[in-house]
């Protein structure tokens, strides 16, 4: 018994630490003053006080304000709700950015929405 307890811990000491993961703690706010950076098809980032963001962007065929998820409709004319996320050096919710005219417009034009956003408005970040 003492040998099986001596093991689990063993065990647990060396697995569960890097499950854990590492912390960073970053302060943005409504006066934080951000420029965007650069993006591609999906990935966006912009430098907010020295502070390096990255996200991405979604067209989703739903509107809205903050969601956990968004969804996408099979029919792809209907996915024209740009959608952005920040993924570092936090993850946020899922924030609306605006309804295109078209899906394609969406996916043109997402990601370079998300990274500009942040130029007017940085309420989303600290949500």
Not at 50 to 59: D, L, P
Not at 77 to 98: G, H, I, L
């Amino acid at each position: 018994m003492k040998k099986l307890l001596i093991t689990i811990t063993t065990i647990y000491t060396i697995v569960l630490p890097p499950a854990l993961g590492a912390y960073k703690c970053v302060y943005l706010d409504n006066d934080t003053r951000c420029s965007a950076k650069s993006h591609t098809s999906s990935d966006w980032s912009a430098t907010c006080d020295e502070i390096e963001i990255s996200g991405v962007a979604f067209c989703g065929s739903d509107g809205g304000d903050i969601a956990g998820e968004v969804n996408a409709s099979e029919t792809s004319t209907d996915n024209k709700y740009c959608w952005c996320k920040m993924v570092s050096p936090a993850v946020s919710d899922w924030q609306f950015e605006r309804q295109f005219s078209s899906a394609s417009d969406c996916l043109t034009t997402c990601t370079t929405a998300c990274s500009g956003i942040l130029s007017i408005n940085t309420d989303w970040l600290t949500d």
